[in-house]
């Protein structure tokens, strides 16, 4: 019989408040730099506050720097994560070809993950980890099957094994497996291979952010100095 675990296991507690212990020196610089180019580069709050399901299906708030302007427009998101629900296609961010919601630079926040730091805090609270499947927002858990919920049982994570298996270049179904691959297979040795693997793959996934851009600002010069086909 598969055992469900009613809560965050010491052993995972312990590693979350270790490493982010050791990081502080490092992370602290970084989330006054954030924090403040967000401040002096938009208007409205420096941070992002978003209902988020956790353990079991619970309801927590979610921090993140803001990179979207405020009062932005979120159904269109709603929208795009319900076509990628049932469809095959990669799980490309929203704005990976641009998006006008953003604030300046808001791009690279989300592309290196520096827009999570502040959920830091979530995982000193206990509601999250440094580890685990990407917390949902309500509408998606809601529309979960049954065996999709089984996601929600573990903590959800800053990162995760979807985190270092392609992202964004998974379809949703394959997100699923992998963070239900994780739910079963959960341990210490996991974990520190995953947080390893996780600098390399930010790097990629801003690379393919910046190579994106690239492509898109050199194709209207590129169209204009071709003569059109009749």
Same mark, same amino acid.
């Given at each position: ?96 070809? &641009? ?6 630079? &808001? ?122 086909? &009749?």
């Amino acid at each position: 019989m598969r055992k469900t675990l009613t809560r965050m296991p010491n052993w995972k507690r312990a590693l979350d408040i270790a490493l982010i212990a050791l990081a502080l020196p490092a992370v602290l610089p970084i989330w006054v730099i954030v924090a403040l180019w967000v401040k002096l580069s938009s208007r409205g709050p420096v941070l992002f506050r978003q209902e988020r399901v956790g353990l079991h299906g619970s309801r927590f708030t979610c921090f993140k720097f803001r990179s979207m302007r405020d009062g932005a427009d979120t159904s269109v998101h709603q929208n795009y994560l319900a076509e990628l629900m049932h469809s095959d296609c990669p799980m490309t961010k929203l704005d990976h070809n &641009g998006d006008a919601r953003l604030i300046p630079l &808001g791009a690279l926040l989300r592309a290196t993950g520096l827009d999570e730091l502040p959920q830091l805090l979530n995982v000193l609270r206990g509601e999250m980890s440094l580890v685990g499947p990407r917390p949902c927002l309500p509408y998606e858990y809601g529309s979960y099957r049954p065996w999709q919920k089984r996601r929600c049982e573990v903590v959800p994570g800053l990162t995760g094994l979807w985190q270092v298996s392609g992202k964004n270049r998974t379809t949703f179904n394959e997100m699923m497996q992998l963070d239900i691959a994780y739910v079963e297979n959960q341990s210490l040795a996991l974990d520190l291979r995953i947080i390893l693997q996780t600098v390399p793959a930010l790097v990629a996934q801003a690379s393919d952010v910046v190579a994106s851009r690239v492509v898109r600002a050199a194709a209207p010069a590129s169209g204009s100095s071709v003569p059109a086909r &009749g």
